[in-house]
């Protein structure tokens, strides 16, 4: 079977991660964490969120992660935004960034229970804000959560999914990502559904965002793969989850993704000890064993085996 040889991935565990962690993670180890991904070699990084700090607290110092943190020059940073208010909050730091990412979830219940919005509402404010995006010089990025199924409405239609995505490209999105939002997405469909994807979205970044919630998310990155899919969002040490509903796990480990890629002569740019070496860092900032495999077996040394 062919597969591409060389893909692209987006760390978010400092947004999508660090948001559902129950304790308060100081700014200065955010920052410190952010540094050691930035070192690793991923060439993006998902930063902070631009939302009410009564809503999500841990992210309240996104402005001053952005103005701290010292990560290489080549290293395209985003941050996420709810709202028009959220991004108006984010130009005002505006040089800190280079990529804005909007988003609506595919499941009515599910957009309604998140950002207390149906579709279209959501849908009619992400239009004026990537015009906004795209006229301050930034690159727009998209995400249509629950793209793979909801967790009160049960299955999504692919083409309900693909047409909010065609709405979004036509909004001025250059890439736009599909998140398996609680986990409920299984390799075959994972296949179907990329393969649909990017034929139906030409000239548009397709990205495959999974959660490991049942631990189907590596078999669906591989079928996704398979499907033609370069561009994939996962989170250091496995952090991450959804806040609605509760006991909905973190994304694919990017250590595991990477090591999983790199045994396939599939290239990422991302040295994996340096990687593990974060995620490692990581699980002492929080004090908790982290779900990453790679952390407890490392890379695979091809030499010592042979030996």
């Known amino acids: 079977m062919t597969h591409p040889k060389q893909v692209h991935i987006r760390e978010v565990g400092p947004r999508d991660g660090f948001q559902n962690e129950p304790e308060h993670i100081p700014t200065p180890d955010k920052i410190r964490l952010i540094n050691a991904l930035g070192q690793s070699g991923v060439?993006?990084?998902e930063v902070a969120s631009f939302v009410r700090p009564d809503v999500i607290p841990q992210l309240s110092d996104g402005a001053t992660v952005l103005d701290e943190i010292d990560v290489?020059?080549?290293?395209?940073?985003?941050v996420l935004v709810p709202n028009t208010r959220g991004l108006e909050n984010a130009l005002e730091v505006r040089d800190k960034f280079h990529e804005v990412a909007i988003f609506v979830s595919a499941s009515e219940t599910h957009n309604k229970k998140n950002v207390n919005r149906t579709v279209a509402e959501s849908m009619a404010d992400n239009d004026v804000m990537a015009k906004r995006i795209v006229d301050e010089g930034l690159r727009c990025a998209a995400v249509v959560a629950t793209s793979f199924g909801c967790p009160y409405e049960g299955r999504v239609e692919m083409s309900r999914v693909l047409d909010i995505a065609e709405r979004f490209a036509a909004a001025g999105a250059t890439e736009i990502g599909f998140g398996d939002?609680?986990?409920?997405?299984?390799?075959?469909?994972?296949?179907?559904?990329?393969?649909?994807?990017?034929?139906?979205?030409?000239?548009?970044?397709?990205?495959?965002?999974?959660?490991?919630?049942?631990?189907?998310?590596?078999?669906?990155?591989?079928?996704?793969?398979?499907a033609g899919c370069t561009s994939f969002e996962s989170s250091f040490g496995e952090l991450g989850g959804c806040p609605v509903p509760a006991g909905s796990t973190g994304?694919?480990?990017?250590e595991d993704l990477v090591s999983m890629f790199h045994e396939m002569g599939v290239e990422t740019g991302i040295d994996l000890?340096?990687?593990?070496?974060?995620?490692?860092?990581a699980q002492n900032v929080l004090g908790r064993k982290l779900t990453s495999h790679s952390i407890v077996a490392g890379p695979i040394d091809w030499h010592r085996a042979a030996n």
């Open 43 to 45: 060439k993006r990084i």
């Open 72 to 78: 290489p020059d080549d290293v395209s940073l985003m």
């Open 251 to 254: 994304n694919i480990a990017t």
């Open 181 to 226: 939002t609680t986990g409920m997405c299984n390799p075959a469909y994972a296949a179907e559904f990329f393969a649909a994807a990017l034929e139906r979205l030409p000239g548009v970044e397709v990205t495959a965002h999974f959660h490991n919630t049942r631990g189907q998310g590596l078999a669906n990155a591989y079928a996704a793969l398979q």
């Open 273 to 281: 000890p340096k990687m593990i070496l974060a995620a490692l860092e």
